[in-house]
Every structure is written in C-alpha cells, then in structure tokens.
C-alpha cells in the first residue's frame, strides 16, 4: 500500500568498477528503482530543451567566441515537426554559418546544461546533447515561428523579435539583423542526468512531451528552499534507516561511499529537482556527505495546483 510521501531508495547503478559500499551495495550517482515511476529518455530531452537551462551550438569548422555569452540562444522551443527553433543573435557563429551554407547541410550540436537554481553540493544536475542540421527559417514560415516562439517565451518580443521577423535583405544598419530564428531538425539526441544516462531518437523526441512543471520548476524550487525550508528538512522522517542513497554527485564526478539517511544526521536538506512525479532532496550529513532521496507523488501532477495539494500531502505525512 502506498504511503503519501513514501521515498524511492535511490541506490546507484551498476558499474564496470569493483567499489561497493556496506555490505556490496554499489555506490555512484542516486539512480532509481527500476520499477520506479520516471520520464522516458525522450521526454527528460525534451524538457531540457523547453527549459531555462543554459544551451550552446557547436558547428563543426567554426570556432567560438572569445564572448560565451554570444553564441548562446536567448530563446528556444520545439516545433510540431519536431525540430527545434532557435532565436540567436545575428552576429553568432551560428547565424552567420547558416547564412552562408544556404540550404547546404550544416551539422550542428546543441548542448544543454542543467544546473540546480539552488546551493547544492554537484549543482550540475545533468546534461543533454542535441545535434541535427541548423538551416535558417524561410521567410515564408518566419511570422508563424516567431508567434510560437513567443508564446512559449514573451521575453524573445522584447529581446528583437521584430527584427527577427525581417527577411534577411531588408536595410539594416551593418547590413546584418540583430536576431536571427533558426531550426534544428534533430538526427540523434541523448542525456545524461538523475534519471541516468539514455539515447533518443528523432521520432521519440517529436513525439514525447517536456514536463508539464518545466516553466515553473526553479521559482517553485527557490520557493520551497526559501520559504519552506524546515518542512523539506522534516521530510527526511519519511525515510529514516530503512533506506540506502547512494552519494550524489554530478553525472562523471568520482564516486564516493554509500551515506545511509537518518533523521539525527542528516543537517541539511535542499530540493533539488522537481517534475510531475516527485520531489528529489539532497540531504548534507554531519560528515559533509551528500545523498539523495526521491518522494513520489501518490499521482503525477499535471498543474501547480495538483502540485500545491501533493506537496500538502507531503509534508503532513513527514509530519505524522
């Protein structure tokens, strides 16, 4: 029967390595139960890319810029072709390479970096890679792109959709516009992350769905950090000594030894990731030790306010 708040023992996979912790039990990134209730490798790719999360464009050939921040896309979505669509500076690496490959392929890789937008020990959550061809959008097809880009993101209206929506031609000052849209028909995709590591393919990631909490999940994260920090730090009765979490560390750091959960130990507490189907906590022991532990909603959420009650549920089982 299930508990309301119950915590799914996040116990690492297995390695090419002989290191195990107490009594065998293999050690490395908290990896879930296999019967665990999880995102497909499709829809954890898709999310990153509907995310806040940083991204950059790698083009075989083409050096990057000595400014970072440069080639990075200020806005992205999916389209319902399953590509995906850009709005990138003008001046990128990326926009003048595809301006000049024309209808040439033009290989590209997009990677996305997930970072916890709170303090944690290993911030980096995960990664996903993204590479396909980058053409520029047509003129024809400009105005539909940008309407859909900016209902998904309002903040591309004022970071130069309208200039954006300009045929490449058109007068400009330098002769190059301020922001160009592009489209990424995706060839391959995988992630590395929490959840593991996993390889997609294009029709799996057209056809799959980001998290419906994506928009929302780092406020609601800095919200429950801030705000309801002594509740999240009651949650750790939920697992008690009965369950094992393996270290946490970032996706490719080195391993390290097995921490078991107990409420005397455990000195703080941080919600680390949060989607439709739970709440994942990084609890710091006394001994400076991280370990993970995953509380699975009775039901996925589907909004907030499904969110607002599982989350009520929650706490008043850890409070029991």
């Known amino acids: 029967m299930f508990r309301p708040g119950s915590p799914t023992s996040s116990t690492a996979q297995g390695t090419e390595s002989d290191d195990s912790g107490p009594e065998g039990t293999e050690v490395g990134q908290p990896r879930p139960a296999e019967d665990a209730r999880q995102p497909t490798g499709a829809e954890r790719v898709r999310t990153l890319v509907e995310s806040k999360a940083t991204a950059s464009l790698a083009i075989p050939g083409i050096e990057e810029p000595e ?4 080639g990075i896309p200020t806005a992205r979505t999916v389209m319902p072709d399953g590509d995906v669509l850009l709005l990138v500076p003008g001046g990128s690496p990326a926009a003048r390479a595809a301006a000049y490959a024309q209808d040439d392929d033009l290989a590209c890789v997009m990677e996305i970096t997930d970072v916890a937008p709170v303090s944690v020990p290993y911030r980096v959550r995960g990664r996903a890679w993204v590479a396909g061809w980058l053409t520029p959008v047509r003129d024809e097809e400009r105005a539909a792109c940008a309407m859909l880009l900016a209902e998904r993101h309002p903040v591309g209206e004022i970071l130069g959709m309208d200039d954006a929506l300009q045929p490449p031609t058109a007068n400009r000052p330098g002769g190059r516009p ?20 996993e390889g997609v393919e294009p029709d799996a990631f057209a056809a799959a769905a980001p998290d419906p909490l994506v928009a929302h999940e780092a406020d609601l994260l800095q919200h429950l950090h801030s705000a309801h920090g002594e509740q999240v730090q009651m949650l750790c009765a939920l697992v008690g000594e009965r369950a094992n979490c393996g270290a946490a560390r970032e996706p490719g750091a080195p391993q390290q030894g097995e921490a078991r959960v107990s409420a005397g130990r455990a000195v703080r507490a941080v919600p680390v990731s949060l989607s439709r189907f739970g709440l994942r906590v990084r609890f710091t022991d006394s001994t400076s030790r991280s370990f993970d532990a995953r509380f699975d909603f009775p039901e996925p959420v589907r909004d907030v306010t499904e969110l607002r009650r599982a989350m009520h549920t929650l706490f008043e089982a850890a409070a029991e």
């Open 67 to 70: 400014d970072f921040a440069a």
């Open 178 to 197: 301020a922001w160009v849209l592009l489209r990424l028909e995706v060839g391959e995709a995988c992630v590395d992350d929490l959840w593991g590591a």
